[in-house]
């Protein structure tokens, strides 16, 4: 027989008080144990080491002292309760969307390096890659699936040599970020025709024929040939015999 579980109102109200202890930019009532503040402490260097691990780019354009009043907002603005590092990453990107003042290029640069960090957690399985060719006649015995992992992103600055450059004025710049087989990052940069051709391939598998007989009005049948082996051996794609 089930049974409904009634928090008491007192430990109800000791967490309340526990959490506004902990959120409070200052101690309540200017004072607290050293546990309290040995706490506090460790929470706040918890959310400023996640937003120097996984956003590092967005730190280097703000100082320390910036550092700590986002962690003291988000603290005292946000009710997020997981403690998960994870889960801080993702708590704090919705936070800085919401309610942080923040610039459109600062916002796409945070989104951009949780992207990142996002494929880099990924437990999806990369296949080794198999170097296929696609003769002539052969299209309709190969699947084509994206790599598990695959994010793609248009930003409003280019990335060189994993830093953000803002010298390409308001154009969009469009990258897939993805892991390999051997677990490394990378990130290529995408014309608008690659991405219009991932995006007809994304979350499904295809034939290389089918996809041949669909791209056929807008790229030629040894340009698509090519296109597929290319990004096949750069592992955006998978190429694979059906049987």
């Not at 998960?84 to 459109?104: D, G, K, N, W």
């Not at 399985?125 to 052969?138: A, D, H, R, T, Y």
Request: glycine residues 4%; contains cysteine; charged residues 20%.
């Amino acid at each position: 027989m089930a049974t409904n579980t009634v928090v008491p109102a007192l430990l109800v109200e000791m967490e309340a008080e526990f959490s506004a202890q902990l959120r409070a930019r200052t101690p309540i009532g200017g004072t607290c144990s050293s546990g309290m503040s040995l706490y506090r402490k460790i929470i706040r260097d918890n959310i400023g080491g996640v937003l120097r691990s996984v956003f590092p780019l967005f730190c280097r354009c703000i100082n320390e002292a910036e550092i700590r009043e986002l962690v003291e907002v988000y603290l005292s603005r946000h009710s997020a309760s997981q403690p998960e590092f994870h889960q801080v990453a993702t708590e704090l990107l919705l936070f800085m969307r919401q309610h942080y003042p923040i610039s459109p290029h600062d916002l796409a640069l945070l989104e951009y390096e949780w992207l990142m960090y996002a494929v880099e957690i990924d437990d999806s399985n990369v296949p080794f890659p198999q170097k296929i060719s696609l003769p002539l006649g052969k299209a309709a015995e190969v699947d084509v699936a994206c790599n598990p992992t695959l994010k793609m992103v248009a930003l409003p600055f280019l990335i060189q040599e994993g830093e953000p450059c803002y010298e390409d004025g308001e154009q969009l710049n469009y990258y897939a970020l993805y892991r390999k087989h051997n677990n490394t990052l990378y990130q290529k940069q995408l014309s608008q025709l690659d991405v219009q051709l991932i995006s007809a391939i994304h979350e499904q598998i295809i034939s290389a024929e089918q996809m041949l007989n669909n791209a056929a009005l807008s790229l030629a049948d040894i340009s698509l040939r090519s296109w597929l082996e290319t990004n096949n051996n750069d592992e955006i794609l998978s190429l694979k015999y059906i049987g």
